[in-house]
């Protein structure tokens, strides 16, 4: 009887390649079911959303279309997501408006909270009323000077305090490590009025 191997050799790489395309699918579908089990989604009360990996416990803020990696949250009392304290920042002047500008910071669970004032000025009165597109940059700066935020606010949206000059308040989604890396801060401010001088 003779055998023909090629025939026996063929159908053996035919059944290798069936065997090894079954169990590379097998793999590819146990990685897409255990990548959809790696992560957890949890909302707190104030509808702030985290991405946990259940694998790694790295923890992950969603905002907008991203997710910021939440950093330095763990303590030896437990979980917390913040960092204690608010920074009041040395206040800043404008000299040729005659303005103090004060500022305020705190972190807390990937967002960085913050408090501007503008101190009462009969130029910067004449600026709101006159020109609706002034507004303030605040910059937060590293040791070194370069720019690690922005926060712009429209001169408009800032509340009116009777004695005290303007206010405003508000967040921006801000990883811990961008807000750890603060040293100090500055302001620009932009107006299309020309005040005329007194």
Not at 10 to 30: D, H, Q
Not at 143 to 170: C, N
């Amino acid at each position: 009887m003779k055998i023909n191997f090629l025939k026996y050799s063929g159908v053996t790489i035919l059944l290798i390649i069936i065997l090894g395309l079954a169990v590379s699918l097998a793999l590819v579908g146990n990685e897409k079911k255990e990548a959809k089990n790696k992560w957890d989604l949890t909302t707190t009360k104030d509808g702030v959303v985290y991405r946990i990996n259940k694998q790694t416990g790295e923890v992950s803020l969603i905002a907008g279309t991203g997710a910021i990696e939440v950093e330095g949250t763990e303590t030896s009392e437990g979980q917390t997501n913040q960092i204690s304290g608010a920074v009041n920042w040395p206040s800043a002047k404008m000299e040729s408006m005659n303005l103090v500008l004060n500022l305020k910071t705190k972190w807390r669970a990937g967002t960085l909270f913050y408090n501007f004032g503008v101190s009462k000025s009969n130029k910067l009165e004449q600026i709101k009323q006159n020109s609706p597109n002034a507004k303030f940059t605040i910059l937060l700066l590293d040791g070194d000077g370069f720019i690690v935020f922005t926060m712009p606010v429209m001169l408009s949206d800032m509340a009116s305090a009777e004695d005290s000059g303007y206010d405003f308040s508000g967040s921006v989604v801000c990883g811990l490590n961008k807000y750890k890396n603060i040293k100090t801060w500055n302001i620009w401010f932009r107006s299309n009025l020309q005040v005329p001088q007194p």
